[in-house]
């Protein structure tokens, strides 16, 4: 066999093993999980056992610190809540260093979904009636907020630029030599059109309630 022909039958064996799942975390599971037969013999437990571990750990391809690591990696995810769990073990880390690499980002990505309903709790009056009037402008504050996990807004991975803001607006108008009322006005008239939605969105859940109620 050839050196190509080695290249293309390790391509396939790796392809068939991964389409069965049959990889380290399946013998790890094993592993863990054995239970001795009836007829089966104290010599013959230790040779499976001893048998599921080189194929769980591979130590012919690893050295003792990177197996070392992989005892660390398994307490440390047993020590994760389920679904940061659930959500590491999709992405595969192969060192427990990956493991906190992934988890804090999994935690991080899920704060900033918090972030609106915080907002939201911090702006509104204690009843709890005026929070559509605040809804487009926490919304337009989200998208433009730069996320912890990613270093970027929603609308600058969405659009890939910058959201312009208001005060950005208001600055140009500002710096301009010509055009600034012009600009101001139009900052003024998308306010009174953000007003505006504000209402037919009221009136419009008013209408729903109501034809629910019938």
Known sequence: MDSDDAINYDDVKQAILDQFEINNEMYRQRFRSYSAQEDETPRELQVRLKDLYEKWMTPKHRTKEEIGDQIVLEQFLKLLSLDTRTW????????????AEMAEAFMAARRSLNQPRRWRNY????TGADWDHWLPYLMFAYRE???VSTGYSPFELLYGRQVRG????LKEAWEAD???????SYVIKMREKMDSMVEMVRSN??????QQKQ
């Open 88 to 99: 590491v073990k999709q992405n595969n880390p192969t060192s427990s260093k990956q493991v």
């Open 205 to 210: 859940m008013t209408n729903a309630q109501q």
């Open 166 to 169: 208001l005060l950005d607006v």
């Open 145 to 147: 907020v730069p996320q």
């Open 123 to 126: 702006s509104i009056s204690p």
């Open 178 to 184: 010509n055009g600034s009322e012009h600009i101001l």
